[in-house]
T-cell receptor, first 114, second 115 residues
Framework: GAVVSQHPSRVICKSGTSVKIECRSL??????MFWYRQFPKQSLMLMAT?????????EQGVEKDKFLINHASLTLSTLTVTSAHPEDSSFYIC??????????FGPGTRLTVT | AQSVTQLGSHVSVSEGALVLLRCNYS??????LFWYVQYPNQGLQLLLK??????LVKGINGFEAEFKKSETSFHLTKPSAHMSDAAEYFC?????????????FGAGTRLAVHP
């Protein structure tokens, strides 16, 4: 149980375009999901908290207009990187909270902006 | 505010040797502590967690960790390393912020296991 999936696993896009990343909880409902960004050989940085049926809450320094988050249902949250630039290239990981304060993580999405 | 410090960004051990990955935390409230493992280009997998109760916590793949309040530590150990243990390990503490239980991660420790 407690499986979180992400799609796509890898994506390459051109500078200036937008790309959408999906995060799904496969066998449980998640009213909250978290989006992280991880640079090479670094730790995870929390970007935002996604809330089903309401607006996402963003961490300080994260551009909400650039990283659009939509939590459309109890099993799906999406992160859209708008007008992507090479500096947005990174590993994006989502997670959903479990019953005992742990989080279950998706497999991540490698975004490369050329 | 909660924070996590992982001592040693890289640890190298021989196959069969003891694995010790260090984690110290800072928390203004009783902490909930976690160890996660990350293999290359993958998400994080929960190894073990401490919330309440027994301070020695056993996890998957033979790992365990002991919560020591007096030392504010939650070190991860495994008696005998396997080649398959080579990965990145993250210690994390829960922080309640903005109405949510968020995870604060340490910088990570890369474990290398050599024959």
């Amino acid at each position: 149980g407690a499986v979180v999936s992400q799609h796509p696993s890898r994506v390459i896009c051109k500078s200036g375009t937008s790309v959408k990343i999906e995060c799904r909880s496969l066998d449980f409902q998640a009213t909250t999901m978290f989006w992280y960004r991880q640079f090479p050989k670094q730790s995870l940085m929390l970007m935002a908290t996604s809330n089903e049926g309401s607006k996402a809450t963003y961490e300080q320094g994260v551009e909400k207009d650039k990283f659009l988050i939509n939590h459309a249902s109890l099993t799906l949250s999406t992160l859209t990187v708008t007008s992507a630039h090479p500096e947005d290239s990174s590993f994006y990981i989502c997670s959903a909270p479990g019953r005992s304060y742990e989080q279950y993580f998706g497999p991540g999405t490698r975004l490369t902006v050329t | 505010a909660q924070s996590v410090t992982q001592l040693g960004s890289h640890v190298s051990v021989s196959e069969g040797a003891l694995v010790l990955l260090r984690c110290n935390y800072s928390s203004s409230v009783p902490p909930y502590l976690f160890w996660y493992v990350q293999y290359p280009n993958q998400g994080l997998q929960l190894l073990l967690k401490y919330t309440t109760g027994a301070t020695l916590v056993k996890g998957i793949n033979g790992f365990e960790a002991e919560f020591k309040k007096s030392e504010t530590s939650f070190h991860l150990t495994k008696p005998s390393a396997h080649m398959s243990d080579a990965a990145e390990y993250f210690c994390a503490v829960t922080m309640f912020s903005g109405g949510y239980n968020k995870l604060i991660f340490g910088a990570g420790t890369r474990l290398a296991v050599h024959p």
